[in-house]
């Protein structure tokens, strides 16, 4: 098994970037989610109630950050990928996490982004300061979290898609369910049972699978919301109401800021496996 792929979302709920290597920090990986789009009263803003974020797409040139809607690409804006001079402090709040402590990062961005959602809105970001905690209940070490849901870091087997869009009429792609790995040459829905592995040289722990929301039927090409995948992962992944798709990840922490580098190509090896909260979509036997 290899990493077939990466990604990083620098604004949360904006577009993703796919990247052929990068850098792992504490509170997962480097740019991803470090931004957030939230309203005057500091509550997180994501495409599962306005789904025209869809069609915000981000890169990286150099030290900035560039952002603009797929309908007027000529219109980007620019911000610095680390602000270091913020306008002000800002108190934000992400589902159970309750003022959190950010940044904003300037009058213009608030401007841009107010202009193209067609609501008051600011953007923040998360200085190297905020310990933001993940759910005491699956911490191992005290560990961090960026903006994300609730997770450092989201894998996902290439072949857990493929099988789900076997069961589909039309397929759709991974961007739906916003990975930040994705595996080959796993068997499908495999990673529920990983308790321990290897991406390169770095280890990993499998915390829970991950519930998907109704984010996932948002078409990322064109922003309208649709009825699947989560109709038809309803047939099969489902447990105690919830629908389970990809596997969220937590560091073995070394205890420092920056931990190493993965890249497209490494080997994925599971040291450790635990019993699935799922049984397998189909007759397979773990490694």
């Known amino acids: 098994m290899t990493i077939?792929?990466?990604y990083i979302y620098p604004i949360k709920s904006l577009g993703g970037i796919a990247v052929d290597e990068v850098v792992v920090e504490e509170k997962g990986l480097r740019h991803d989610r470090r931004f957030m789009l939230v309203t005057p009263a500091g509550e997180f803003l994501t495409q599962r109630t306005n789904p025209q974020m869809a069609l915000i797409d981000v890169?990286?040139?150099d030290t900035q950050l560039q952002v603009w809607h797929r309908h007027r690409?000529?219109?980007v804006l620019t911000v610095p990928l680390t602000v270091s001079d913020p306008t002000e402090q800002?108190?934000?709040?992400i589902w159970d996490s309750k003022?959190?402590?950010?940044v904003t990062v300037s009058l213009e961005a608030d401007t841009w982004f107010t202009q193209v959602l067609e609501k008051p809105c600011r953007l923040v970001y998360m200085p190297d300061t905020t310990h933001r905690a993940v759910d005491a209940e699956y911490a191992v070490n005290d560990d961090a979290v960026s903006f994300a849901d609730g997770y450092p870091y989201l894998l996902i087997g290439q072949s857990?898609?493929?099988?789900?869009?076997?069961?589909?009429?039309?397929?759709i792609s991974m961007r739906r369910f916003r990975p930040n790995f994705v595996v080959k040459d796993s068997l499908p829905n495999e990673e529920d049972g990983w308790a321990e592995f290897r991406l390169g040289d770095l280890n990993?722990?499998?915390?829970?699978?991950?519930?998907?929301?109704v984010l996932t039927t948002i078409d990322p090409e064109t922003g309208e919301p649709g009825k699947e995948p989560l109709r038809t992962l309803a047939t099969y992944r489902q447990w105690k109401h919830k629908l389970l798709f990809g596997q969220n990840m937590l560091l073995k922490s070394t205890g420092a800021p920056i931990v190493g580098t993965v890249r497209v190509g490494q080997a994925v090896e599971v040291t450790r496996y635990q019993e699935p909260w799922l049984?397998?979509?189909i007759d397979q036997t773990l490694r």
């Not at 800002?90 to 709040?93: D, G, H, W």
């Not at 857990?160 to 397929?171: A, E, I």
């Not at 990993?204 to 929301?213: L, M, N, Q, T």
């Open 4 to 6: 077939s792929e990466l």
């Open 59 to 61: 890169a990286i040139k």
């Open 73 to 75: 690409p000529d219109d």
């Open 90 to 93: 800002m108190l934000v709040s």
């Open 99 to 102: 003022d959190v402590p950010a």
């Open 160 to 171: 857990s898609l493929d099988y789900l869009n076997s069961r589909l009429g039309t397929p």
């Open 204 to 213: 990993f722990y499998g915390v829970k699978p991950c519930a998907r929301c």
């Open 279 to 281: 049984a397998p979509p």
